[in-house]
């Protein structure tokens, strides 16, 4: 394990010469996945003069990863705002004025996105 956070060490380095880019030590913190024991333990990551945070928990494009991967927390995490916005059209999708075929597009456009992908919606 400490072997790996060596060569992204590394790797990051040489990235960051050769394309010439600067890291804010501040914005940027790292996540360590692992099915070992070891993931849980606090590693800090210093190049040069910049030491980097790990974190256990991280949002990436609305989903929520940890170390720990608990699918089952995001699936619940995910249809709480579904269940929101499923809630906010049930009249649509209850009256008898609007075809299925109309009532399918709404699902799709609507609540689908949210539930799956943890769009927000709103305000």
């Known amino acids: 394990m400490l072997m790996m956070l060596i060569y992204w060490e590394e790797a990051l380095i040489t990235a960051i ?17 692992s099915r070992d024991q070891i ?40 249809l709480k705002p579904g269940n929101a916005c499923y809630h906010s059209v049930l009249n649509l999708l209850s009256s008898r004025l609007l075809s299925k075929n109309l009532k399918i597009k709404i699902y799709r456009t609507i609540i689908l996105p949210v539930v799956c992908m943890g769009v927000k919606l709103g305000r």
Request: hydrophobic content about 35%; aromatic content about 8%.
């Open 17 to 33: 010469r050769e394309f010439g880019l600067e890291v804010s030590a501040d914005k940027t913190k790292y996540m360590v996945m």
């Open 39 to 78: 993931a849980g333990r606090n590693h800090s990551v210093k190049i040069d003069n910049s030491t980097f945070e790990m974190v256990e928990v991280f949002k990436y494009l609305g989903t929520t990863l940890t170390h720990q991967n608990p699918i089952p927390e995001e699936i619940k995490i995910r």
